[in-house]
C-alpha cells in the first residue's frame, strides 16, 4: 500500500476521554473512530490488524474440525423466552421491535439460536459430536461502555456451540478447544494465561478464562510459579500454611487499647506484625424457617482479605453478603466493630484456614477498648468451622500443591464452558442414542472477543511512542520510508523498486511515499506500530545501503541494499518463506 | 472437507413456502435456514458460497484502490435527523432505543455514517479523491420479506462512498467502480447487464443498476441488440417510429360498435390490428391556483401500455397518478370510458409519440357504442402535445439509436449512484480547495448485495436436479464420491489418496466418504451444484481409473486415475494452476 493514497488518520494530541493505553493509541495511530457511545468505526489501518486477527482465529478453528455458520445478529424474542433469558438477562440485552410490533433482540450472545438450529437439523447419535461457530458482530448495550473497543456496545466475537451424546464427549471436545484457544492465541504472539474460572467445586474444569496479562486487566489472576494452574484471583482456592498449629506458649491477656481500632492501629500499638492478629467480620446470617436472620461473624488473618463470592456461598450467610451496621453490632454484642474478637461470642463463628492456623494471636475483646494477646484456639476460644473465606496473595501456596501463587492483572479475551443441558433441555434439543431413545444433548460454548484483542494486544505491546504489533497481526509487516522522494528520483525509484521485491515476496508492505518530514513519517510509523522499517535515502543510496530499524530496537543499522529481502525473512517470525 | 464430519442438510422434499427457484434450492440444499420472517442462518456449505463472492468482491474492490473499512451497524438518529431522512426513510428504517431511552437504528445504509466520518478526517483537496467500502451487515424491516436471502431483512452489503473536489473527479471514480462491477460479475460467471437507472433527463449517466439475468426477475430490462444501451424498462425512453408520420388515405367515419368496450373487442370487431387503434385513458390533472384539479386524456397506440412514472412527471398531470372515475369520465365527456378518443374531446389531450405517429387509426367517438375510424392527427384533430408517455416493448428502436430493443427480467445485485452533494450539504462535509476556500465535497455511492448474489446465480444456473455453480463460487469445486467405501478398502484408499492430491493442488474438494447409498450421494452432489465429480469405485479401480462428471455434462466418462489432477485442472477454469 502506498501512504499517499491510504487513511493514514495519526493524531498528535491523546483524545480526553480515552482512559486506557490501547484507546489512546488506537485512536491517535489512526485504527477506530468514536460513532456514539460504544460504537466504533475501524479505520483502514485497524480493519487489517482487525481481519488478521480474524484470520488465525477462523484457520484454528477449522483445523479443530468446527463448522463456521453464519447467525443473524437479529433474534426472535420467543427463542429467549423458551430458555428463559428473555426475562432473565438485565439492561444489556438490546431489545427492539420490528414494523408489525413483535420482539426481537440484537444477539449478545447466541446459545438460542444455535440450540433451535441443530434441534432441526441433527436427528442421530451418529451426527454427534458437532461443533458450530461464527466471527459475528453482536450488541451488549453495557450501561457504561469506555475503554474503546475493549468494552464496546457492538463488536465482533468469536463463537461456538458444541453438541455430545454425553459428558464424555463434550469433555473431549472440551480439551479440543483448550488446546485450539491456545494455538490461537500462541499465534497471535500474546502472553496470556488459561485460568480456570470456576472454583472446582462442582463439575470439575467446567469453564476456563483465557486471560492476556497486562497492567491495565481489569481481573487479577493468581498463578502457580510451578505449574499449569491459574485461576481468577476471585476464585483461586487459599490453602492453610503447611503443617501443624503451633502449639500454645502465651497465656491469654485482656490489654487495654483505648482509641485502637484497625489493624493496623492494634499491630502499630502492640509491636506485632497484622499476621500475627485475626479480624472479625460481622455480616447477615440466612435467614431460618422464622424468616429472622441472626448475625454470623467471619474470623480472617489481620494481613488477608475478605472474599466475597467464597463467603456468600456458604451456608448459614446470606446472599450478597450484607455486613451489619454497627448498631446491629452493639446489639447483639455489646461493642464496637473494632473491638470484635471471636472468643465468647455470641454468634456463630466461621474461621478462615489460614486464621485457624495461627497460635498466640491478638483479637478484640468484644469490649470497647479492649483486646486479647495470647489467644489461643480451643485452649481459649472453640474452633467449631473452618472454611476457606479469604483472597489468595502472592506467595500462598499453589492449590494445585506445586509451587507458590504471583498474581497478576488481565484481559479477558476467551472463553470456553461446559454448558451442560441448561439450553438444550429447556429447548428440548434431542438426538435419538443408538437404541433409538431420546436424548437431551450435551452442550459446550466457545468465546473469543476478537476485536478486544486487538486492544489487549496495544495493552501488552506499547512503549511510549506507540504500538509494537506481532509480526501476525501487524497492519503491515514492513514500513519502507522514503527521504525526500520528491525531490530525489533515485530515491523514489529505489523505494517502488523495494516495494515491489518485498510485496512479491509475500510480505504486507506500507511504502511512506508522503510528502512529509522526515521525523513526521518516523513518528507515525512507530506510532502505528510497524514491526520492521527500511529507510530510503540518497546518502544510503550513495553507500548501497538501506537503514533498518527494528521496532524494539534501540539502534539503527545499515544493511546492503540488495540483502533486504534475505534480511527481512531472517529478522521477520516468517523464516520459512 | 470430508462429507463424514460435515453438515450436508438436504432435503428431498421442497419446503412449502419458498416461492422461488433459489430460495427452494437453497433450502434443499441445505445452505441457508429460516429463523424468523426475513433473517436467514447461512449453514456451512451456503457460507462458503457467500464468503467466495465476498471476496471476489473484496479483491476487486482493493484493485480499484477503494479501502476498506467498517462501521458499526446500529447508528445514533442524530445522523440521520441531519441528512432529513430519519423522517423522510419509512418502515424499512429499523428504529431501536438503547437502555438509556436514545434513539438509534439498524442502519439499511451508511451515507450518514460515513460523510460523518470523512467531514472529520478529511481537511485538504489533497486528500481527495477517496473511496471507502465496507462488507457488512444490513437491515432492511421489509413489509413483507420473501424469496429467501433475495429479500431478506437481514443481509450483507458490500456499500461503498466515494468524495470529490469537484463533479470532473466524481466521474472518473464513477467509471472506475463502473469497471470494476463489470469485474466483479465477470469473475461470479454471471450473465449480468449494466442498466441505466436513470431517465437520463438530468445529470447524464447519475445511476447504473447491474442485474443479473433470470426469468424470476422482478425487474423488466430493455436493452439494445447492437449496442451497450440498457434500462430497467420503466426508465427506458420510447421513440416514435421512424420516418414521417403517412399522409392519410381514408376518410373520418363514424361506425356503431355496440358492446365493444376494449382494444381487444374493438380489433376483432373491426378487423384491425390493435396497433391501428388508440386508446384514451382519462387521469386526473395538476391542481390549479384554484384548489380544483381538471381531467387530462393520455392517448397511447393500442398495443401499447401506459408508464405510469413517466406520465405523472409530466407538467399538467397529478402525481401520484390517478385515473378519473367512470362517473367523473361520463360528466365531463359524457360517455363511457371504453368509448372515448381524441376527437372533440373537452380536456387536454397528451399523445404518446408512436401513437402521434399513426395515420388512419381507429377511436372512441365519445359516444356509447360508436368508435371512428379513418382518424388522422391535424386532419381531424389537433395535435396539441407529443410526449413520451409509454413502456418499451421488444423490437422498438433503442434510444441510442444503435438497433433495437430487447426485454429480458433481471435481479437487481449492483448499483452505482452519484450522490452529487445531497449529503455533503445537509452535513456540512467540506474541504479547502488549493485556493483555501471551503468546498462541499461530491460523493458517489456504490452497493453491491453480497447475500442476494448467491441467490441470483443460483436463479441463473440450476436444472431440474439443483444448483449448477460457477466454479469461483461453489462451496466446493471437486466432489469426490466413493462407492461402498465401508466396504472396499481399496476405494476408501484410493479416495483419501485424491482428496488430498487435489486439496494441494489447491482445489476445494468434498470427499463424499458417507456411507449412503450411490444413488443418494450422487443426488446429493448434483443437488448442492458441485462443478466437478470424481467417482472411486472398485470397478473403476480394476481398471485403473475413476468416472468424471461435470455437473452441465450430459454424460459421464472413465479417466485414468493418474490422469485425475492434470485433468481437472484442463476442465477447470483454473488453467493457470
Redesign the interface.
Known sequence: MRAS???I?TLKETPADAEIISHQLMLRAGMI?K??AG??????LG?RT?RKVERIVREEMDKS?A??????????AELWQESGRWTQYG??L?R????HGRD?C?GPTHEE?IT??IR??LKSYKELP?N?YQIQ?K?R?E?RPRFGVMRA??FIMKDAYSFHLDAESLDETYQVMHRTYCNIFDRLGLDYRPVQADSGAIGGNASHEFHVLAASGEDAIAFSTESDYAANIEKAEALAPAGERPAPTEPLREVATPEQKTIGDISDFLGVAPRRTVKTLVVRGEAGTDGEAGLVALVLRGDHTLNTIKAEKLPGVAEPLTLATDEEIRNAIGCAPGSLGPVNLPVPVIVDRSAAHLADFICGANRDGYHLTGVNWERDVPLARVEDLRNVVEGDPSPDGKGTLEIRRGIEVGHIFKLGKKYSEAMNATVLDEHGKSVVMEMGCYGIGVSRIVAASIEQNHDDRGIIWPDAIAPFEVAIVTLNAHKSAAVAEAGEKLYEQLRQAGFDVLLDDRNERPGVKFADMELIGIPHRLVVSDRGLAAGTLEYKGRRDTDKQDIPLEDALSFLIKVSPRKGL
Chains 1, 2 share one sequence.
Open positions: 493514497r491510504y487513511l488518520a473512530r460513532l456514539a460504537l466504533y468505526t475501524w479505520l483502514p480493519l482487525l474440525g463448522q463456521e455458520v453464519l447467525m443473524p445478529a437479529v433474534q426472535p439492561g444489556e438490546l427492539l421491535n420490528d414494523r426481537f440484537f439460536v433451535d438450529l432441526n437439523e458437532a458450530f458482530t450488541f448495550d450501561r456496545r457492538e
